[in-house]
């Protein structure tokens, strides 16, 4: 039976490399906001031989992600891995001048969807499966504090679940991946010189390796 694999925030970067780098040996559930990014993912993953399920959507709406794993187990009964590399980067700003609105959307993009997720798909891989999370240690750094203190907050959620899960599962991992050249980084790291940085598809591998 074909293993499968929940990627979200699967439209680009490290997720869309997780993707086709476990294509081979994994059916891949893609979700993501941006539904041509995820076609052209499925294009990869196509060519490769391989196939996907793409679901455009958001993660903060929790009635979609139930219907997705609902859908899920009546598909496949359950899953084998999820990664979850979707995150809010809020622009970076003093402590002292962070937007309401843009700290509301880090909450919810990055804790609360977070925690809902960690609700539906638990049941989903069961005592077997496989969930894997990615550290990004901004908190306290300047500027970072919508960021960096959500994305601290998500890792704080699945380190409690990892602990809770270590003698039963699902197996719960969290990993640090190098810095990459991505969109987000980008935003965070305007006009860094990128030649040094370890590709995506780089750290897919190396990722995939230590699983």
Known sequence: MTKTALITGASRGLGAA??????????????AKTTGALEELDDRITAKGGSATLAPMDITNADAMATLCRGIFDRWNG?????????????LAPADHIDSKDFSKSVTGNITATST???????????????????DPQAGT?????????????????????????????KVSILSPPPMPTATRA?????????GLTTPAKAAADILAQL
């Open 117 to 135: 997720l960690i609700t539906y798909i638990s049941p989903l891989l069961g005592q077997s499966g496989h969930a894997v999370f990615f550290e």
């Open 79 to 91: 899953l084998d891995l999820w990664c979850h590399t979707a995150i809010h980067a809020a622009p």
């Open 18 to 31: 997780l993707a086709e780098a476990l294509a081979p040996t994994h059916h891949i559930i893609a979700v």
């Open 142 to 170: 300047k500027f970072f504090g919508s960021y960096g203190a959500t994305k601290a907050a998500q890792i704080a959620l699945a380190k409690s679940w990892q602990a809770e899960t270590a003698n039963t599962g699902p």
């Open 187 to 195: 935003r965070f790291y305007p006009g860094e010189d990128r030649t």
